[in-house]
């Protein structure tokens, strides 16, 4: 039962979107996406106002989600995935 991180940006020299995807590389593979306009509006629309959009999925489920850097959230679910993989 693995955790999946995906991460969403706009662009490549996002320095929130950097930061987010240094953290979780340090535990974990990170999905990390470019999105494009269509999605963008889509995210827009459920009220998404900054990036990186993280995602944080288990068993094809959606656990979690927030835009922006959240280093709280981040420290969260690192403690979480840690977890996970010292109990194999």
Not at 62 to 77: E, M, V
């Amino acid at each position: 039962m693995k955790v999946e991180v995906h991460i969403y940006t706009l662009n490549p020299n996002c320095r929130a979107c950097k930061l987010t995807k240094q953290q979780f590389s340090k535990v974990t593979k990170v999905f990390n996406e470019r999105i494009n306009a269509e999605m963008l509006d889509n995210l827009k629309a459920t009220g998404v106002k900054s990036m990186p959009y993280v995602q944080i999925i288990q068993d094809q489920k959606l656990l979690d989600s927030w835009s922006g850097l959240k280093p709280d959230r981040i420290s969260s679910w690192i403690k979480v995935i840690k977890k996970e993989k010292s109990n194999g």
